[in-house]
């Protein structure tokens, strides 16, 4: 197939897109249709399979992610699809292939133009939505665990939300390391956080910090913590002599009326000072586009680790948590869903 036909093919398309039109309700956010534009140079077009409601796109609903464009626009972080279109110096040898993208915003459409450098191979023996519960959610679970935090066989980690998204792919990755892991959830989630391999803990426990201490009286090696706010305190009290904390979030904030920089930039203050200390403790905060202005290596660095998170879930090593699959159309409940905190896993929008 050439490139000519290639395009007719996308031509004949109409694009259907879910746009947030300013801070709303679930239900204010609009679905509309467009033509298909053809791949540029370098693009290919791919045929959404699968996109999901991250907590990033709850933050943008309320105008609260850090860097979010100007309204209105259309959110979705990642997405799986195949190629339908390519652009001028594309090989046409991708055209109907799968592949996994982040793309921070445009992902919640039928049709989505995405850089050639940016798209990460999907296993065929793979089903896209559960495919899709690990771009996002492994890329950050991956890189926080390896890269970071440098989890080690017989350590022993703390994972807060345990059964979310990134919090249940943090517990499977952190068991496949060999590291033993207590996870916090709603004591309703408790079984599901068993099952994946974690003890669970009550985050509503008045003796929580206790709690968490009894599992591990010499400290954790690594907490993950997506809460920021003042628990924040707390996580890194927990911590071994030389353990590390990876805040990826300020969860606690989400419906707090304000600024959507402050909370990050007191948390931001907060880990600088705790990495001053001599105590031989870390603290980091993840941001999965650091280091983007090194696109190469950024990229490479992203493809190395997805592929490894796809491998492990085409050998039946990690579990996808799918939590529903939603018609793109029905966006409105898909995301009154997500935010509803009665999921485990990942609501996953459909075309």
Excluded at 48 to 70: C, H, I, L, N, W
Excluded at 171 to 191: C, E, F, M, N, P
Excluded at 197 to 217: N, S, T, W
Excluded at 303 to 319: E, M, P, T
Aim: a neutral charge; aromatic letters at 6%; charged letters at 20%.
């Amino acid at each position: 197939m050439n490139n000519s036909t290639a395009h007719t093919h996308a031509f004949t398309t109409t694009v259907t897109e879910a746009v947030l039109p300013g801070v709303v309700d679930p239900d204010g956010i609009q679905v509309r249709t467009r033509p298909v534009r053809p791949a540029d140079a370098g693009q290919v077009v791919l045929a959404m399979e699968a996109t999901g409601v991250s907590f990033a796109e709850q933050q943008m609903r309320r105008g609260k992610y850090y860097d979010q464009p100007p309204f209105p626009f259309v959110p979705g972080y990642d997405l799986v699809g195949r190629v339908i279109d390519v652009g001028e110096g594309v090989p046409g040898e991708l055209l109907g292939r799968r592949f996994a993208a982040l793309t921070k915003i445009g992902g919640w459409a039928s049709h989505v133009t995405v850089d050639v450098g940016d798209l990460t191979e999907v296993p065929e023996s793979v089903d896209p939505a559960e495919a899709e519960t690990f771009v996002v959610n492994g890329i950050t679970a991956w890189q926080m665990l390896h890269r970071l935090a440098k989890v080690q066989p017989g350590q022993v980690v703390l994972v807060h939300g345990a059964n979310g998204g990134v919090g249940s792919t943090l517990v499977q990755l952190a068991r496949i390391a060999g590291a033993r892991v207590v996870g916090t959830a709603s004591a309703k989630h408790h079984d599901a956080v068993r099952a994946l391999g974690a003890v669970p803990v009550d985050y509503r426990a008045p003796d929580l910090e206790d709690q968490l201490r009894g599992h591990a009286p010499q400290g954790y090696d690594a907490v993950f913590d997506h809460v920021g706010g003042e628990g924040i305190v707390a996580s890194y009290r927990l911590l071994a002599a030389k353990g590390t904390l990876v805040s990826y979030g300020t969860a606690s904030t989400r419906d707090v009326q304000g600024s959507s920089k402050a909370p990050v930039l007191k948390l931001f203050a907060r880990l600088m000072l705790w990495n001053a200390l001599p105590n031989g403790k870390g603290a980091h905060f993840y941001n999965i586009w650091a280091g983007r202005r090194r696109l190469d290596t950024f990229r490479a660095r992203l493809h190395a680790d997805l592929a490894q998170v796809f491998a492990l879930l085409a050998d039946g090593a990690l579990v996808p948590q799918v939590a529903a699959r939603v018609p793109l159309t029905e966006v409105g409940e898909a995301v009154r869903l997500a935010e509803s905190g009665t999921v485990v896993g990942k609501v996953v929008l459909a075309p």
